[in-house]
């Protein structure tokens, strides 16, 4: 999680959802978050959509995926990829029967 200033707001957008912590400590996750005026506005479960004014936001957070990760994974799932078809396509070109 990486946590944005006030000024970065328009990056919300870009995300799936977002952290937002209340002046009074209260927090939130924010679905399909979006900017208007001087409001943040977004889907919290179970309340619903709701419209918070940037004066009440103490934090706000935006998760980031680990790039190191997501390119090990990729690796790693590629590799996979090839053995299985290494292995598959040993079995399918194994022996024949012969018959005397």
């Not at 977002?18 to 309340?47: H, Q």
């Not at 790039?67 to 090839?82: D, E, K, P, S, Y």
């Amino acid at each position: 999680m990486r946590y944005i200033s006030l000024e970065e707001l328009s990056e919300v957008e870009q995300k799936s959802s977002v952290w937002v912590t209340m002046a009074d400590g209260s927090r939130y996750e924010l679905k399909e978050p979006k900017v208007e005026d001087s409001k943040l506005v977004g889907y919290i479960e179970p309340e619903g959509y709701r419209e918070i004014d940037t004066s009440e936001i103490e934090s706000l957070g935006i998760q980031e995926q680990d790039r190191t990760t997501t390119i090990a994974l990729t690796m790693f799932g590629i590799a996979g990829a090839i053995i299985l078809i290494a292995v598959r396509s040993d079995d399918s070109g194994g022996s024949g029967s012969c018959s005397a």
